[in-house]
């Protein structure tokens, strides 16, 4: 029975795919990934997301594994970036949407 195992950290500057990316592919990637998602909420995180990458918030590249050897590129923000937090609060919004994730 296959098992999953967990997943590593991935050095993205020797990844084979994501070595080249900056700021603005990591956004783009986002919006490809997500941008098809139908719900409100879904669209509000993925907002959420892409103004933190445009914010300096890191984007992690982990690899997921399995027991029977599969592997997979799993993608994700670290914590929110002085940046973004400062900008988010320059909005000053009484309630500011995040969204709702969507389920992996």
Same mark, same amino acid.
């Given at each position: 029975m296959t098992r999953y195992v967990g997943t590593v950290p991935v050095d993205k500057a020797s990844h084979p795919r994501?070595?080249?990316?900056?700021? @603005?592919?990591?956004?783009?990637h986002f919006i490809a990934e997500y941008g098809v998602l139908p719900n409100e909420g879904h669209?509000?995180? $993925? /907002?959420?997301?892409?103004?933190? /990458? $445009?914010?300096g918030t890191p984007v992690v590249v982990g690899q997921a594994r399995w027991t029977d050897g599969r592997k997979e590129d799993r993608i994700w923000l670290a914590s929110p970036s002085p940046r973004y937090m400062q900008w988010r609060k320059s909005l000053r919004l009484s309630?500011?949407?995040? @969204?709702?994730?969507?389920?992996?």
């Open positions: 994501f070595a080249t990316y900056r700021t @603005g592919d990591w956004a783009s669209k509000a995180w $993925l /907002i959420d997301q892409v103004s933190r /990458i $445009l914010h309630e500011y949407d995040e @969204g709702v994730p969507p389920e992996a």
